[in-house]
């Protein structure tokens, strides 16, 4: 199963309208768990998302910042094939780079495909009831 590492180091005062982009080669298979290591500094100036082509996948909504914190994104992300991610991301802050380090957990379908099927029969129930 493997586990894919990568990292992003964004100069400072990079801007939100020009993102720095760093393209991660993942196999085919599910994306079921991604690590973010925030590493202390940050002081939330410097953001990160992660797509697949033009789509952000991680988070789903807003970016990724913190100081000092690991953030774990349980995922069920299917990749038919070989494909690219991509990390984007920008820096508020006026003095210093800041690096976001991000871990993978990519696993072959045949070993995905049980817990895909109960995590979309939750999430069908939570939207039923209202809760996203």
Not at 3 to 32: E, M, Y
Not at 90 to 110: G, Q
Request: glycine share 6%; with cysteine; aromatic share 8%.
């Amino acid at each position: 199963m493997p586990l894919i590492c990568a990292d992003i180091t964004i100069p400072a005062n990079t801007p939100q309208t020009s993102p720095v982009r760093v393209q991660v080669k993942v196999p085919a298979g599910i994306i079921r768990k991604v690590w973010v290591l925030i590493p202390y500094g940050h002081k939330a100036l410097a953001h990160l998302i992660i797509r697949h082509g033009e789509t952000q996948i991680i988070p789903w909504h807003g970016d990724i910042h913190g100081d000092g914190e690991q953030l774990v994104f349980d995922e069920v992300y299917e990749l038919p094939t070989d494909d690219t991610l991509i990390l984007e991301g920008w820096n508020e802050d006026s003095t210093y780079d800041h690096r976001f380090i991000v871990r993978l957990l990519v696993l072959p379908k045949p070993y995905a495909y049980p817990e895909i099927y109960s995590l979309q029969a939750l999430r069908k129930v939570l939207e039923v009831m209202g809760i996203e």
